[in-house]
């Protein structure tokens, strides 16, 4: 993967927490440096378990806070000087730290840093499985994205000194993190000033009676990545959104729909004037031909329950298709690519990102999405496994792309 190298001059700072993956910390401050950034580093006192001061110093090359120089340096404010960098990056990251900085407090070096910076903030968490799905866990990691924080990992696989512990734990990979920090230091592009883009997202629910429905897993997770992305890169966003656990993107008009017949409405009155329409939201095949009104008690026996397709939405913007782009997405368990190019065709969308539901760590629920952009003509490109938000940027790419080769007319 070719990445743009920011400026020379980017410095990025590195926190490290205590975990025992506060071990690799060095190569990852290599790592950065080799990418040509300035990189100053972190220790927490927990960190200092695992890792010495100077094995950091040497890495980084230069600068290494810990909180005895907070201490000693007072009133001299070494917080504010960590904190003058173009982003911050976590590794090591561990529960105590995510708890801190979700709550906002200022009683370390590190947790005093990451309040007073600006720029992008990376977190690489690597602790014990259960630690990281604990509700407290999840709900500060949810609280820091809310804010913009961003995260890579933790990763399946072997970790612990002894490799004793295997499973959800352990810490990307030095060169992961690295690249994943010159992504986020890259310039934004401001392409879509002036566009109107349109972004679907989450599943529908199709009601048989007031309190059961027919749906499916789809998190939303995509579709908020592209309508972040569009409007980060000066899109006016519409997001139209099934239920799904995330909060309505600050800067984006989020309209939220439960049935597919109401995701239709709001997509087809939001797309009248948008140059880019994306459907990334996972619409129900079929609804109750007819819904009861009342919960319908239970019989004894099978129960038939009578469907009926809902109108694909895709397919009727691709209709009328004006100078719009149109872009779906496909998710297929075999014959994906002509699966997904027939698609294209038949609902005249300019491509479709084919993604499959098997792969770990992607498609429902995951931060990364692994996919196949195909032509309605069967011309297709695999993408590596990247985050949501990347793919977001890439599909953007092409948006603009097939916006700009229209006619005008
Ligand atoms: O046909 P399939 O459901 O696989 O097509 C997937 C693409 O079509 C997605 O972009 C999805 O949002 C869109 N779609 C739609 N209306 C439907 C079904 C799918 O717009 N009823």
Known sequence: MTEATPASTSCVLVIVGGSMAAVKAPSVLRRLREQGLGVRAIATRAALAFITELSLSTAADGLVGTDAHWFEARPDALHLTHARVDGVVVVAASAELLAGAAGGHANDLALASLLSVRGPVLWVPAMNEAMWRSPAVQANVERLRSWGHRFLGPEVGAFGTRGEGSGLG????????????????????????????????????????????????????????????????????????????????????????????????????????????????????????????????????????????????????????????????????????????????????????????????????????????????GRHEDWPRVSKREVARRLLDEAVQAAHARPTV
């Open 170 to 377: 352990r810490m990307a990979e030095p060169e992961d993190i690295a690249a994943r920090m010159l992504t986020l230091l890259r310039p934004v592009k401001r392409d879509l000033e002036g566009m109107r883009v349109v972004v679907s997202a989450g599943p529908t629910r199709e009601y048989l009676d007031p309190v059961r429905f027919i749906s499916n897993p789809s998190s939303g997770k995509m579709g908020f990545a592209v309508a972040e992305e569009a409007r980060d890169r000066g899109a006016d966003v519409t997001l139209v959104t099934g239920p799904v656990t995330l909060g309505d993107p600050p800067g984006v008009t989020t309209v939220r729909i439960e049935s597919a017949l109401e995701l239709r409405d709001a997509v087809v009155a939001a797309a009248a004037d948008a140059d880019i329409v994306v459907m990334t939201a996972a619409v129900a095949d079929y609804r109750a031909a007819e819904q009861a009104s009342e919960k319908q008690a239970k019989i004894a026996g099978d129960v038939t329950i009578h469907l009926t397709p809902n109108p694909d939405i895709l397919a009727h913007l691709g209709a009328d298709k004006g100078k719009r782009v149109l872009v779906g997405f496909a998710m297929e368990t075999h014959a994906g690519v002509e699966r997904a190019a027939a698609k294209a065709a038949r609902k005249n969308a300019d491509f479709i990102l084919l993604n499959y539901p098997t792969r770990e760590g992607t498609a429902f629920g995951g931060d990364d999405n692994q996919v196949t952009l195909v032509r309605p003509d």
